[in-house]
């Protein structure tokens, strides 16, 4: 398994503004994920963040609104951007280990008001 | 693309009964995962299944990877209070991300 910590817990940030969400594993992992779960609702990929390479997004996810960073293999960081109320929402970063088992992290919970 | 169903949605239980929810697909998948959510928390993987059949168990949860493929099941036994929570089930083909499930919210009566 993995322990992943994710910084800040939760946010209460103002529209047009932009949040930066830290995400650490305590292990080196190839590939982390972003994940976006809004209230009451299912975890929907926004992108792929592989050390070394771009971020792959799902569709109806760009980078100009989520840019991803993956600077080594035990750290990303997804920022959202220009922040709207409809970006208000539970950022949840996850890792894969081993054969296909995914863990994932506390989750940011973000207010946009 | 691919889409997963869990039912049921929602359950209410007593304490001490045992549990049992499933999910389906359309396509079949070559690994199914169960997770647990509780309120402000991130989910938790609680079984992984590998192989058509295949019958797993973690203490009172036991899942199975159902022979088509297409679906799989989770079961709790003797519930108890703190086995409220939302539970998740994610497929995955090969090659491809995982989807998840609408999840199932369990809550327990004492």
Not at chain 2, 29 to 46: A, C, R, S
Request: hydrophobic content about 35%.
């Amino acid at each position: 398994s993995a322990v992943i910590s994710q910084k800040p817990s939760r946010d209460i940030c103002q529209r047009g503004t932009s949040l930066t969400i830290q995400c650490q594993v305590d292990s080196q992992v190839t590939m982390m994920f972003w994940y976006r779960q809004q209230p009451g609702q299912s975890l929907t990929l926004i992108a792929t963040a592989n050390q070394g390479s771009e971020a792959t997004y799902e569709s109806g996810f760009v980078i100009d609104k989520f840019p991803i960073s993956r600077p080594n293999l035990t750290f990303s960081t997804l920022t959202v951007s220009n922040m709207s109320p409809e970006d208000s929402s539970i950022y949840l970063c996850s890792v894969e280990i081993g054969d296909n088992e995914q863990y994932f992290g506390p989750g940011t919970r973000l207010t946009v008001t | 693309g691919q889409q997963l169903n869990q039912s049921p949605q929602s359950m209410f239980i007593q304490e001490g009964e045992d549990v049992s929810m499933n999910c389906t697909s359309s396509s079949i998948f070559n690994t199914w995962l169960w997770y647990k959510q509780d309120p402000g928390e991130g989910p938790v993987l609680l079984i992984a299944l590998y192989k058509a059949g295949e019958l797993t168990s973690n203490g009172r949860l036991t899942a199975q990877f159902g022979i088509t493929r297409k679906d799989s099941f989770l079961n709790i036994s003797a519930s108890i209070p703190s086995d409220v929570g939302i539970y998740f089930c994610a497929g995955r083909r090969y090659g491809q991300n995982f989807v998840f499930g609408p999840g199932t919210r369990l809550s327990v009566l004492p």
